[in-house]
């Protein structure tokens, strides 16, 4: 949800016509959010105990060991900010799943209305007037 909230803000300045935001941006999280795969595997696994998986030793392509998406830009242009610690991002992301795999529930909805109304409590700007 983070990444909608940001382009949100964007179709907003947009659509209000600030041709000088048309061009290329990144939502993503704070840098605190930079975590080792084991660690968001492990946190998961903490939030959802039927979550599993395994590691193999098979040949595979060499790849970066560190990817992170480079937020500044929106943070000092648009003002946007990320509402969910990486915690409460994984935390909705492993309930989502489980309702889905589990209950065949969708709960995207009450998710998104959760998160609108955790960003209006912490006086973000886009979500001060928004109504779900």
């Avoid at 382009?7 to 947009?14: A, E, F, P, S």
């Avoid at 193999?56 to 060499?62: E, L, N, V, Y």
């Amino acid at each position: 949800m983070e990444c909608l909230s940001g382009y949100l803000v964007l179709g907003q300045q947009l659509l209000e016509g600030n041709n000088v935001y048309a061009e290329a941006w990144n939502f993503g999280p704070d840098s605190e959010g930079n975590r080792k795969v084991s660690q968001v595997l492990s946190a998961l696994k903490s939030d959802w105990l039927a979550a599993d998986w395994h590691c193999t030793d098979d040949q595979h392509p060499h790849e970066a060991q560190l990817l992170r998406l480079d937020s500044s830009k929106a943070r000092d242009n648009l003002l946007w900010r990320p509402v969910w610690t990486f915690e409460e991002g994984l935390f909705a992301t492993a309930q989502w799943y489980r309702a889905w795999l589990e209950h065949d529930e969708v709960i995207s909805h009450r998710q998104l209305k959760n998160y609108v109304q955790l960003a209006q409590e912490r006086g973000l700007f886009w979500a001060m007037e928004a109504i779900l």
